[in-house]
């Protein structure tokens, strides 16, 4: 029997990450309601646009159970950090989808890609994955695409090509939700990517040179960039914060270049 048609979807998301979703399906003619964080870059897009949402409040779930001016076809949970109540999934016709940053079930959890980034992997993916309301990133493989990391990229333009990519397979999904095979998840090629600590991130930032490569350097100055910090390291007495860190191409010996200091 043919699938009906999406047409309404009730939205869960925070992030510029999930605002990217969010305005790609919105531009694409889609009805959604949004669930979110009050001033969150979700919430202020739903307010600039007339669309309808509701703040979040872990203390009063099930949320997302308040009338709707339309009945919703399907759930769609991206960047939101919280599981979708089993109450809240049985409300729509088809249930849920979690969109996720990586090629699952690498990098289940919180944080794919400072994870990404920090191990130096070349590429990463997209997976539209089936929200299970007790289990983060852990439901059938409904849709999963591959991209190539740029190596010259930064952790913050790595952030924005993310968001487009999320956003291109999200629609590429619905509309054509039988484009993939679903698939059960390869238990034994999953990975953590639990969320990094502000204590972790300090210490990750402070680098030796004599210790670890450039590569190591660099990779982890990207993965800070995500979080707007950057390299500390020791030279000559001083502390220096490593600004700008990328490795010199076609180069036999590991060295850091283009690289601007500041005491």
Same mark, same amino acid.
């Given at each position: ?7 309404? !979807?009730?939205?869960?998301? @925070? ?11 919105? +531009?694409?003619g889609?009805n ?9 870059p ?14 979040? &409040? ?31 999934? &049985? ?12 090629? !699952? ?5 919180a ?29 059938? !493989? ?6 190539? !990391? ?6 913050s333009?790595? /952030?924005d ?22 698939? @059960? ?16 991130? +300090? ?14 350097i660099?990779?982890?100055? &990207?993965c ?10 020791? /030279? ?20 850091l270049?283009?690289?601007?200091? &500041?005491?």
């Open positions: 029997m043919k699938q009906p048609p999406i047409k309404n !979807i009730l939205f869960y998301g @925070t992030d510029t990450l999930s605002t990217a979703v969010l305005s790609k399906v919105c +531009k694409h889609y959604v309601s949004a669930i979110t964080k009050l001033k969150s979700v919430y202020k897009f739903c307010q600039k646009h007339g669309l309808p949402v509701e703040i979040f &409040r872990k203390s009063e779930l099930p949320f997302g159970m308040s009338p709707s001016s339309f009945h919703r076809h399907l759930g769609i949970v991206a960047s939101f950090g919280h599981m979708i109540p089993n109450k809240v999934i &049985r409300s729509t016709s088809l249930g849920f989808v979690n969109i996720h940053p990586s090629l !699952i079930p690498k990098y289940q959890g944080a794919p890609l400072p994870h990404t980034l920090l191990n130096g992997d070349e590429k990463y993916g997209i997976s539209v994955l089936e929200a299970l309301p007790r289990s983060f990133d852990e439901g059938r !493989i409904l849709h999963q695409k591959q991209f190539n !990391i740029p190596t010259s990229m930064s952790g333009e790595f /952030w090509y993310t968001a487009d990519n999320m956003a291109d397979v999200t629609l590429e999904f619905l509309q054509n939700p039988s484009l993939s095979e679903p698939r @059960t998840q390869d238990k034994s090629k999953s990975s953590p990517a639990p969320r990094i600590s502000k204590k972790q991130l +300090k210490s990750l930032s402070r680098v030796c040179p004599h210790v670890q490569t450039a590569d190591q660099f990779n982890i100055s &990207r800070l960039d995500l979080y707007n910090m950057c390299v500390v390291v020791s /030279w000559q007495g001083k502390t220096l914060k490593l600004i700008s860190v990328s490795p010199i191409a076609n180069s036999h010996v590991k060295e270049a283009r690289t601007r200091l &500041r005491t």
